[in-house]
């Protein structure tokens, strides 16, 4: 059972910096890709960004493009976010999914963390 675990949210004045983890432990027979999406209060799940295990292809959402990095630590199995110049619309819960190919679709992935909040003061 593949595991997915997001940890790094809390509460930034706008203009400020938070980095997100998300650890991925357990088998899976199709490691390729994972990725960030966010959901705020009333809306529906957005992409965020995501990247390929083999650091092959990353994408970001053009909300987030310049001020947001994915990364990740093969040997680690964890995947970051760090986000910069934090915006008060960028506060969601923000989950982290592991999938076998990188897409902006949250249908293309099937394992999921269980999010964590991101709140930017204005």
């Known amino acids: 059972q593949v595991q997915v675990v997001e940890s790094g949210g809390g509460l930034v004045q706008a203009g400020g910096s938070l980095r997100l983890s998300c650890a991925v432990s357990?088998?899976?027979?199709?490691?390729?890709?994972m990725a960030w999406f966010r959901q705020a209060p009333g809306k529906e799940r957005e992409f965020v960004a995501a990247?390929?295990?083999?650091?092959?292809?990353?994408v970001y959402a053009e909300s987030v493009k310049g001020r947001f990095t994915i990364s990740r630590d093969s040997a680690k199995n964890t995947v970051y976010l760090q986000m910069n110049t934090l915006k008060p619309e960028d506060t969601a819960v923000y989950y982290c999914?592991?999938?076998?190919?990188?897409?902006?679709?949250?249908?293309?992935?099937?394992?999921w963390g269980q999010g964590t909040q991101v709140t930017v003061s204005s």
């Open positions: 990247t390929a295990w083999n650091g092959g292809n990353t």
């Open positions: 357990g088998r899976t027979f199709s490691r390729s890709a």
């Open positions: 999914a592991e999938g076998p190919v990188v897409a902006g679709t949250w249908e293309d992935y099937a394992y």
